[in-house]
């Protein structure tokens, strides 16, 4: 255990090197190794490729590596504990920050949901919880970050948490609970006693490793693909030509990518780095937030889980509730930039 | 005899979990009857929050994550050794 610390001591000033000295690396590979033809369609493709893979994958390990350590703090157990009983609003916002730092998997959505409900948290709180807790995720701010800049990754945050509390308010606030299926309030849930034992912080950073190996080998080919098509994006799409389609004057843009983006099932690794392509080619920011956000937080493989203790109308209520939230926001952001 | 129940729909890590007790209990010799739980009322009545969880002889003993093999075939052998005990 020792050791691993120490090896882990040493990777980080490796890791700040690395990270700052990409730019220079990735020129002169291109440049003098690769000697290729400065500012051709293919050379600028590549250059962005070669600069942006190392440059995201750098991030998003160290970036898992710590929110894997975080998560270890947080458990759906303790979470319950915390929003059991908490009124709306004040429940709300506890549950879309908990949603962003429990581990959360949408396979067990379910599971989630019946422990939940089941011990007193309301239906609205408990859906804050399930919007948020896929939308913001460490995956999509570290290529947010990488790739657009902490302001973005910022904005994207913060309107993610403010969606996904109006929105669990809403539901909340519309009594909604007949519209679960009944079989749900009949489950006799069992409470596990999770002992609140002190975790030594060793094992800990193992949380924090095995966070990076579980996530990394999960979404790496995903980025090196999105990267790839962004890449191709960057070299060959003339400047201006998204302008038309995704950028401020068409206003109808919001709305369509959202209507587009809902069925689209990626994650965040895989459309991140295309979205930051059109947005360098005329999209306008809203626009491709918009986007972003309902191909994340809106999942088809998701809402189809949810009809097992949701009736229809509720998952209607519940998609359009908060897809009407991204575009809204959507909207605010061209309206600003 | 060991009564093994791994709770879980679809995801990939409750598929390896199956699998990894398959391979633990085929190299070890031990005897056990190894159960995959799909029904969501039956896993929330074991108040699992977050699947893959594992339950052998009716004690919760896992849930959200794969254990690694070592930890694993130690839990199997601490819960033969009590069953022996009986």
Known sequence: MKNKSLILFILLPVWIVLYNYLQPITDYFVDSILEM?????????????????PKVMLLLTLIVFVVGIIRSYFSPERTRKILGGKKLFVGNVLASMLGVVTPFCSCSAIPLFLGFVESGVPLGVTFSFLIAAPMINE????????????????????????????????????????????????????????????????????????????????????IVIGIGVGAGIHGYVPENFMAGLMGKSAWWSVPVAVIIGVPMYSNAAGIIPIVQALLEKGASLGTVLAF????????????????????????????GIVAIGIIIVGYIFNFIF | MLEIKVLGVGCTNCVNLEKLCRE?????????????????????????MSTPGLVIN??????????????LTHWLMDALAEEETK
């Not at chain 1, 947010?144 to 990754?153: D, S, V």
């Not at chain 1, 493989?301 to 949810?306: D, H």
């Open chain 1, 139 to 222: 995956v999509a701010l570290v290529l947010l970050f990488g790739l657009f800049g902490w302001k973005t990754a910022l904005l994207y945050m913060s309107t993610g948490l403010i969606i996904a509390i109006i929105s669990g308010y809403i539901i909340g606030r519309l009594k909604l609970e007949r519209l679960v299926e009944e079989w749900v309030y009949q489950v006799k849930a069992g409470h596990l006693d999770v002992v609140e034992e002190k975790i030594p912080f060793s094992h800990r950073i193992t949380a924090g490793l095995d966070a990076v190996k579980e996530i990394v080998a999960k979404v790496w080919i995903h």
């Open chain 2, 24 to 48: 633990v209990v085929a190299e070890n010799a031990i005897e056990a009857n190894i159960q995959k739980v799909t029904d969501f009322k039956e896993i929330a009545g074991f108040g699992i």
């Open chain 1, 292 to 319: 972003m956000m309902s191909v994340i937080g809106l999942s088809l493989p998701e809402t189809i889980i949810l009809k097992k203790v949701l009736k229809l109308r509720l998952i209607f209520i519940f998609v």
């Open chain 2, 58 to 71: 009716g004690k919760v003993v896992l849930s959200g994550k794969l254990p690694t093999k070592s930890t």
């Open chain 1, 37 to 53: 033809e400065k500012r051709s369609h293919l050379t600028e493709s590549i250059r962005f490729f070669i600069f942006e893979v």
